[in-house]
């Protein structure tokens, strides 16, 4: 009873990463129980995700004139900070787990974390014959030192400019499928400048706009060949909705531009455990446990951004840092006309 893997699906975009979980055993410990560590063990990674996926939707507060375009690949990093990588498992908020250190209240290790040394809870599940039974299974060890402190995205991005001050733009990244994964991720945005609509709007030192940007994910992770529970069907999926409204400021200079602005992000991310599953011990099978459980994590963060931006005729160059719940970075490589 101590295999299993359960796989953070949205760090598959850039990184491939797997986390171990003995999700067989905490299902013998109660649907509640599993459903109640899942959520705060995947939420520190989806939070950070949510904040990485949202980076560099702009590069300047001046709109493209119409029929202006580029054409961007990009890179973001959500930075993990400490207090991300450890949450607080308080037995007493458990039905069927117990430390073996006996402790009521432990630090462990979240998807983005790493527990030096193991840790192991103590499990209590009903064998169908000889009634309440105990098994010991080591916590699941997250990233940690593999994800370099880092929670990165990537995707293609393109943007049109409409005339009037209008500006649209879209991202992303091409649908990944193999035997047991499956990803895809798109975005649209919208932009407006207000100094366009200003008289004399050429004379403006800056150019201020507003912009508003959605965010999609969705994953899918076949468990079947690699959970060593009985069952079929089984497979861990997650949808990622989120928003971004941005205020935007930049010079208009030729070569070297600034910008910045204050932002908001929204979003939300569910992962849903899905399939048939019976936990077994030897001859012995508990009764079918079908789709067990959905967790799910929101952000709802102020963000300040601060970049700059070379432009060397169709060859353009940005680079920017942002100021949240999670901090985060990126660069792009950018090509236009106009």
């Given at each position: 009873?101590?295999k299993?893997?359960?796989?953070?699906?949205?760090?598959?975009?850039?990184?491939?990463?797997?986390?171990?979980?003995?999700i067989?055993?905490?299902?013998?410990?109660?649907?509640?129980?599993?459903?109640?560590?899942?959520?705060?063990?995947?939420?520190?990674?989806?939070?950070?995700?949510?904040?990485?996926?949202?980076?560099?939707?702009?590069?300047?507060?001046k709109?493209?004139?119409?029929?202006?375009?580029?054409i961007?690949?990009?890179?973001?990093?959500?930075?993990?900070?400490?207090?991300?990588?450890?949450?607080?498992l308080?037995?007493?908020?458990?039905?069927?787990v117990?430390f073996?250190?006996?402790?009521?209240?432990?630090?462990?290790?979240?998807?983005?974390?790493?527990?030096?040394?193991?840790?192991f809870?103590?499990?209590e599940?009903?064998?169908?014959?000889?009634?309440?039974?105990?098994?010991?299974?080591?916590?699941?060890?997250?990233?940690?030192d593999?994800?370099?402190?880092?929670?990165?995205?990537?995707?293609?991005?393109?943007?049109?400019?409409?005339?009037s001050?209008i500006?649209?733009?879209?991202?992303?990244?091409?649908?990944?499928?193999?035997?047991?994964?499956?990803?895809?991720?798109?975005g649209?945005?919208?932009?407006?400048e207000?100094?366009?609509?200003?008289?004399?709007?050429?004379?403006?030192?800056?150019?201020?706009?507003?912009?508003?940007?959605?965010?999609?994910?969705?994953?899918?992770?076949?468990?079947?060949?690699?959970?060593g529970?009985d069952?079929?069907?089984?497979?861990l999926e997650?949808?990622?909705?989120?928003?971004?409204?941005?205020?935007v400021?930049?010079?208009?200079?030729?070569?070297?531009?600034l910008?910045?602005?204050?932002?908001?992000?929204?979003g939300?991310?569910?992962?849903?455990?899905?399939?048939n599953?019976?936990?077994?011990?030897?001859?012995?099978?508990?009764?079918?446990?079908?789709?067990?459980?959905?967790?799910?994590?929101?952000?709802?963060?102020?963000?300040?951004?601060v970049?700059?931006?070379?432009?060397?005729?169709?060859?353009?160059?940005?680079?920017e840092?942002?100021?949240?719940?999670?901090?985060?970075?990126?660069?792009?490589?950018n090509?236009?006309?106009?």
């Amino acid at each position: 009873m101590k295999k299993g893997i359960l796989f953070f699906v949205l760090c598959i975009c850039v990184s491939n990463i797997r986390a171990q979980n003995d999700i067989d055993a905490l299902l013998a410990a109660g649907v509640e129980d599993a459903q109640r560590f899942a959520n705060d063990y995947l939420a520190p990674g989806t939070n950070g995700l949510m904040h990485s996926m949202n980076a560099n939707w702009f590069n300047s507060a001046k709109v493209k004139p119409l029929l202006g375009f580029e054409i961007s690949v990009i890179a973001n990093a959500s930075l993990i900070k400490d207090e991300n990588k450890l949450f607080n498992l308080n037995t007493t908020d458990y039905n069927n787990v117990q430390f073996v250190q006996g402790s009521n209240s432990q630090m462990v290790a979240s998807v983005l974390g790493e527990n030096e040394p193991s840790i192991f809870v103590e499990v209590e599940y009903d064998d169908p014959i000889f009634g309440s039974q105990t098994t010991q299974l080591e916590l699941p060890q997250g990233i940690g030192d593999q994800s370099a402190n880092l929670l990165p995205t990537a995707f293609i991005q393109g943007a049109i400019g409409l005339g009037s001050g209008i500006e649209i733009k879209a991202r992303f990244v091409p649908e990944i499928e193999t035997d047991d994964v499956s990803l895809s991720m798109y975005g649209a945005g919208l932009q407006l400048e207000f100094t366009e609509w200003l008289p004399a709007d050429k004379l403006w030192p800056v150019a201020l706009s507003a912009l508003v940007a959605y965010n999609h994910i969705d994953g899918s992770y076949d468990l079947t060949q690699s959970s060593g529970i009985d069952g079929d069907n089984q497979r861990l999926e997650n949808d990622t909705n989120t928003w971004l409204f941005q205020l935007v400021a930049s010079t208009k200079l030729p070569i070297i531009n600034l910008y910045g602005g204050v932002g908001y992000i929204k979003g939300k991310s569910e992962s849903n455990l899905l399939g048939n599953y019976r936990v077994t011990n030897g001859v012995l099978s508990s009764p079918t446990i079908t789709d067990p459980f959905s967790v799910s994590s929101e952000v709802a963060a102020v963000r300040g951004t601060v970049g700059a931006k070379l432009k060397l005729g169709f060859f353009r160059l940005n680079a920017e840092y942002h100021i949240s719940e999670f901090d985060a970075f990126s660069v792009g490589v950018n090509f236009g006309f106009r």
